[in-house]
Nanobody, 128 residues
Framework: QLQLVESGGGLVQPGGSLRLSCAVSGFTLDSYTFGWFRQAPGKEREGISC???????NYPDSVKGRFTISRDNAKNTVYLQMNSLEPEDTAVYYC??????????????????????WGQGTQVTVSS
């Protein structure tokens, strides 16, 4: 059974940092592309980072330089390091995966036909 479980969310002050974790079970990371997505109340889900099975990463301008995606194959876990957090970063954050080997450029579009596996989400609130 393929499963993704996010953790690490919480309340943080503006300017602070958080590291989200996505624990992966049921498969190893090597042949999968992973993405992090978020959805704020009343807004559409948006892609904020991805790590392709071919070794590249992709970020939108809104988080570039502040967020970093990484993967630890030994722990079968994908991370999202978030620095310089802003109130606008408040959202539920989701981890997702797609099975495609040697992918060069990963998509940031949160469509179920692009990312077949999704976690349940973790809340991040940035507020003073």
């Amino acid at each position: 059974q393929l499963q993704l479980v996010e953790s690490g969310g919480g309340l943080v002050q503006p300017g602070g940092s958080l590291r989200l974790s996505c624990a992966v079970s049921g498969f190893t990371l090597d042949s999968y592309t992973f993405g992090w997505f978020r959805q704020a109340p009343g807004k559409e889900r948006e892609g904020i980072s991805c790590s392709s099975s071919g070794g590249s990463t992709n970020y939108p301008d809104s988080v570039k330089g502040r967020f970093t995606i990484s993967r630890d194959n030994a722990k079968n876990t994908v991370y999202l390091q978030m620095n310089s957090l802003e109130p606008e970063d408040t959202a539920v954050y989701y981890c997702a995966a797609r099975a495609l080997r040697f992918e060069k450029i990963c998509p940031l579009t949160p469509r179920i036909d692009l990312y077949q596996y999704w976690g349940q989400g973790t809340q991040v609130t940035v507020s003073s």
